[in-house]
């Protein structure tokens, strides 16, 4: 079950915020590790370290790192923060963190009666790629909007592994990230995506929350058996605590799977039998043939949900002015344009919902 590896740090190759890249060799040779100093302290040149290689070994591409355990020589202080939320529960890794939502938390009294999002637009995709191109629309047309991202566990359960919400919320695109549930490093801990996004909006005063999972999803090519199933719970969560979802679309055109060609199946499984909450579900107007097939594929969801068609026209060159790099399995604006246009259309929706 998981590849144990002890290796030597060679280098350091980057870093942000909750994240170390290096190089370390191991017997097979050398390796790109990934160490998250707030579990297991920073790693230095020379240092020994115990390693788990499972996802190198698999080939993962999100996960494509040695994940460095523990650094047995030098290992970090023992923690005195408060907390008794455990994350990574039963895990050798698990860690206690504070939950916003807890007792001794300073949030408590103003969480503790909070039942609603008092009409805030909640913003869900499917996949973490989505969050950049969705800022984009949304800035795009109302700069200076307050956003928070509250990240579901289908994913990286370490919000520190992206380097996008790093970036995000240094160039002042997120005015805070919530971890829920399992996953876990961001500004603001919760239990559920439901007190997730009420700290959201009462803790981080947020005008806008948008739910994904982290980096990385899983999926087994079944109607079912993907992470993403996910979204569909958030629509609901958003849904009763008043807020107003806004469903993202899961859309391609450079993937050629046909399950996920148009639009996914895990879109419209998400919010076609997941989501029972009514959402608005922007729909790009996108041209040609490709355009007529999401518009036809998107009407599935008609039952349930409101449609909104969405113009294209400009979203290109808000996409363009990212302060990220755009990628989505390994596609970038190029390779996929409508997966991008698609999940900014989503962010230019919700700015027109904003009074």
């Not at 290796?7 to 060799?25: H, K, N, Q």
């Not at 300073?106 to 869900?124: G, N, T």
């Not at 919000?159 to 996953?183: D, I, K, P």
């Not at 700290?199 to 999972?213: S, W, Y």
């Amino acid at each position: 079950m998981i590849r144990w590896r002890k290796g030597e740090v060679v280098r350091i190759r980057r870093e942000w915020p909750g994240a170390v890249e290096l190089d370390v060799t191991v017997p097979e040779g050398e390796c790109r590790a990934l160490a998250y100093p707030p579990l297991v302290g920073r790693p230095e040149p020379g240092d020994e370290v115990l390693l788990n290689t499972t996802a190198l070994a698999m080939g993962l591409g999100t996960g494509g790192y040695a994940m460095v355990v523990a650094v047995p020589n030098r290992l970090p202080e023992d923690p005195d923060g408060p907390g008794h939320l455990v994350k990574a529960r039963y895990t050798p890794l698990q860690a206690t963190v504070q939950g916003a939502d807890e007792q001794d938390s300073p949030h408590h009294a103003r969480l503790r009666e909070a039942d609603s999002l008092e009409d805030m637009p909640v913003i869900v995709a499917d996949l973490h790629s989505a969050l950049a191109p969705i800022l984009c629309g949304l800035y795009e047309a109302r700069p200076g909007v307050r956003v928070a991202y509250v990240m579901q566990d289908g994913g990286a359960l370490p919000v520190w592994f992206s380097m996008a919400a790093a970036r995000l919320r240094e160039a002042g695109w997120l005015a805070g990230v919530v971890t829920v549930g399992q996953s876990f490093g961001g500004d603001l801990e919760a239990v559920t995506v439901h007190t997730g996004l009420l700290a959201a909006r009462h803790v981080l005063e947020a005008d806008v929350a948008i739910v994904t999972q982290g980096p990385g999803n899983l999926g087994t090519g079944t109607r079912w058996g993907f992470s993403g199933v996910a979204a569909g719970e958030a629509v609901n969560a958003a849904g009763v605590l008043r807020g107003r979802p806004v469903a993202a679309l899961r859309v391609s055109e450079g993937d050629r799977r046909e399950r996920h060609y148009g639009v996914s199946h895990h879109s419209l499984t998400a919010y076609g039998r997941v989501a029972l909450s009514p959402a608005q579900v922007p729909v790009p107007d996108l041209p040609g043939e490709f355009g007529v097939r999401v518009r036809d594929q998107a009407e599935l969801l008609a039952v349930r949900h409101r449609l909104v068609p969405v113009p294209v026209d400009g979203l290109r060159e808000a996409l363009e002015s990212s302060p990220v790099r755009l990628s989505t399995m390994g596609r970038g604006l190029e390779e996929d344009l409508a997966y991008f246009l698609a999940s900014a259309a989503a962010g230019r929706l919700t700015a027109s919902l904003l009074a």
